[in-house]
């Protein structure tokens, strides 16, 4: 913890890359857990395809409509608050999530890169145009139940959730966003993330290769490979907390002076 704490007081680029780990600790169900209840009978890699939506774009929309409102109905944690305060202590901070709510923002982190798109940004299947104004239904939908997706005003094609799907590329800009940081930060955070999932798996990597340090924030231990990586294990909350303390306390005693 120390030795992470002084790494990021002495960081002139920090890049926090955050997952599903950093949700779950606001209640918000990993992709993998989160069929309960009426939705057990569905495989999430076959309700999360173009294929599915064509096939049945009520039972998914449906789904995704369950899915946001469970967002909107959790608080951003003490992971999320530690982000925004982290931003305020060091001279730059990236965050990239490959998360797909919106507690990052709702903790007060403006500017994220959000590599599989958003639950609150729907666009058009059709046409592509993003839509703006849907009404957001604080009453969790029923489990399970089918619900039909808007039309788009444009072209009048259903309207879909803008979150990558299985099969789908990850959109070029915020990928390459999060590239450029990685390559050039000197410090990266990779907290509550599996590793596995790529392309986005390639930014810590990628932070590593261009002489940065990487810190892994998890659950279970993360198999380091050098001197440069290092791994914190336990809930994302309580170690930023604790490490935004320690950086505070480290810069509160730089700027004190005997009397």
Same mark, same amino acid.
């Given at each position: 913890m120390q030795a992470v704490? /002084?790494?990021l007081r002495t960081a002139r680029h920090v890049v926090v890359f955050t997952g599903a780990g950093v949700s779950a600790e606001s209640g918000i169900p990993t992709f993998r857990d989160a069929l309960t209840g009426l939705w057990q009978r569905f495989d @999430?890699? /076959?309700?999360?395809?173009p294929e599915a939506f064509r096939r049945d774009p009520a039972l998914v929309w449906g789904w995704y409509e369950w899915r946001r409102a469970r967002v909107l109905a959790a608080q951003p944690n003490p992971a999320h608050r530690a982000i925004v305060e982290l931003a305020g202590l060091v001279p730059r901070l990236t965050l990239v999530t490959q998360n797909v709510d919106d507690l990052h923002e709702r903790a007060g982190s403006g500017g994220a890169i959000h590599l599989h798109g958003s639950l609150h940004a729907p666009r058009c299947?059709?046409?592509?145009?993003?839509?703006t104004g849907l009404a957001a239904d604080l009453r969790e939908p029923q489990e399970g139940r089918r619900i039909d997706p808007p039309r788009c005003a444009h072209c009048g094609g259903p309207v879909r959730p803008g979150v990558v799907w299985f099969g789908e590329e990850l959109p070029t800009q915020a990928l390459e966003q999060a590239f450029d940081a990685a390559q050039s930060c000197d410090l990266l955070l990779s907290v509550g993330t599996s590793g596995? &999932?790529? @392309?986005?798996?390639?930014?810590p990597r990628l932070a590593l290769q261009?002489?940065?340090r990487v810190v892994h924030v998890n659950m279970q231990p993360v198999e380091v490979g050098g001197a440069r990586e290092m791994s914190l294990v336990g809930a994302a909350g309580e170690l930023l907390a604790a490490l935004v /303390?320690? &950086?505070?306390a480290a810069d509160g005693a730089s700027h004190s002076h005997p009397s």
């Open positions: 704490a /002084e790494a @999430p890699a /076959e309700l999360a395809t299947f059709a046409c592509a145009r993003p839509i596995v &999932v790529y @392309p986005a798996a390639q930014i261009a002489g940065a /303390e320690r &950086v505070k």
